[in-house]
């Protein structure tokens, strides 16, 4: 089960975020949230791996490396 949230930002942010990163924006947003919840340890390992559909424990250390929250 997942459940959508919607964010507000004013228009011209949400126009220069689009331009910039496209379809990638909610993903992106995903990842943010992802690990600054593991960095404040609201969020476990395995939760990132959920919110990521990350399948290994591998992929969640790199994943979490390359954020630097490690």
Do not use: C, N
């Not at 949230?5 to 992802?34: C, F, H, M, N, Y």
């Not at 390992?45 to 994943?63: K, S």
């Amino acid at each position: 089960m997942s459940t959508t949230i919607t964010i507000e930002v004013p228009d011209d942010i949400a126009s220069v975020s689009r331009e910039k990163w496209g379809d990638d924006l909610s993903q992106l947003t995903l990842e943010s949230l992802a690990t600054h919840g593991y960095r404040i340890r609201a969020l476990s390992g395995v939760h990132v791996q959920q919110m990521l559909g990350l399948e290994t424990r591998m992929e969640i250390d790199a994943f979490l490396k390359q954020y630097g929250t490690t």
